[in-house]
């Protein structure tokens, strides 16, 4: 398959777009943009976000999101939906999945070790993210899923998370705490036991127990996740997964951003395409030879003091601006390359309306990657 030329291409032949950035580059938004554009296009869309901040619904003009598809009415063809990810909720749903019946599942659901862990363990809400992510995209009556993830390295956990899993489930820890009793692990806890009664006296004997039972009560499961695991590994790594890098033209967020295209290519993945948010706009004057290169920065000093020298000076101030952003971004598009890359413009208002989504939409997705700011 040849490498796709614009955002439109990567958008055409993506079942799923994960969008990946720092904290405060419009990432959320960018994600709304690529679920609308689908609808437009006649597609049935649905963009999920796993930031529990109420970005997404601002964006979309809404009052709030639950973790259910909420339809999004609109004028176009097709369809898009809008939801915000609820870890508990997720984790509830795949242990009565895999439980072998009901008194297992309730025997987990109600265990305290389970509620204290099911939407605050480190690692659970990237599992769950990608969980909910696999069941939009597969078993969903959806064309695409649009993924906004927390802030870059937060992202890349949501990358690693199946895999975590999937080790964990193969520890041999795990296995001691699942089936203490079997065959010849038994002298392993019996030497384990009195580790286990100096843990107790830090954080009490019910946690322990707790512990314990949680993780008895869930054999037998085992497989189920992990299989589950491994398929959602392998939609992440499927060729209609694609990674979209949002950033800003700030030098710290281009390098944050960098970070993540060198990790998603020691995993095997490649960018499919690079937004960048808020660039300064070049005014369109590369075309007029007269105003290239220093003479707009000369004739603001030719016309210095006059109202018009004014104006000058702060086309001068912008054009400078947008060379040092260019040159912030050369080596990451060059990282990035043959991914399109997309210039966004500061734009005059924020999106909190549909119909400003549409017109951001309209900006992004009619710009073409010119090579930047002479």
């Not at 796993?50 to 964006?59: F, S």
């Not at 296995?175 to 079997?182: E, F, N, Q, T």
């Amino acid at each position: 398959m040849s490498a796709p030329t614009n955002l439109r291409d990567v958008l055409d032949a993506s079942k799923v777009i994960v969008c990946c950035g720092s904290g405060g580059v419009g990432k959320t938004t960018t994600a709304a943009v690529i679920a609308m554009e689908a609808a437009r296009r006649g597609r049935r869309s649905v963009v999920v976000t796993i930031d529990p901040a109420r970005r997404l619904a601002n964006a979309l003009g809404l009052d709030g999101l639950t973790d259910t598809p909420a339809r999004i009415d609109g004028d176009w063809p097709g369809e898009m939906s809008a939801l915000m990810l609820d870890t508990k909720r997720t984790f509830d749903g795949l242990v009565r999945r895999y439980a072998a019946d009901e008194a297992q599942a309730e025997q987990i659901l109600t265990n305290t070790f389970y509620e204290n862990i099911s939407g605050s363990l480190s690692g659970t809400q990237e599992y769950m993210a990608s969980e909910k992510l696999y069941e939009l995209a597969v078993e969903g009556d959806f064309d695409l899923v649009v993924v906004d993830t927390p802030p870059t390295r937060n992202a890349l956990d949501f990358l690693d998370a199946p895999q975590r899993l999937s080790k964990f489930l193969d520890h041999r820890i795990y296995k001691i705490l699942v089936s203490p009793s079997r065959g010849p692990i038994r002298a392993v806890n019996l030497a384990a036991a009195a580790v286990t009664r100096s843990l107790a006296r830090v954080v009490g004997a019910d946690v322990i127990g707790d512990a314990i039972a949680f993780f008895q009560a869930f054999e037998g499961m085992e497989e189920g996740f992990a299989r589950r695991a491994e398929r959602v590994d392998e939609l992440l790594r499927e060729a209609g997964t694609a990674f979209v890098l949002v950033a800003s033209p700030k030098a710290d967020t281009v390098a944050e951003a960098g970070y993540f295209a060198d990790r998603l290519a020691d995993a095997g993945i490649d960018v499919r395409g690079l937004i960048v948010n808020r660039m300064q706009p070049t005014f369109d004057l590369e075309d007029r030879a007269e105003l290239g290169g220093d003479a707009v920065r000369e004739r603001a000093r030719t016309l210095a003091g006059t109202p018009l020298g004014d104006l000058y000076t702060c086309l001068a101030d912008a054009r400078q601006l947008g060379r040092a952003e260019e040159q912030h971004l050369a080596g990451l598009a060059e990282r990035v390359a043959p991914a399109p890359v997309v210039r966004v413009p500061i734009q005059p208002r924020e999106v909190t309306d549909l119909s400003a989504l549409g017109e951001l939409g309209d900006v992004i997705f009619d710009a073409e990657d010119d090579g930047g700011v002479g």
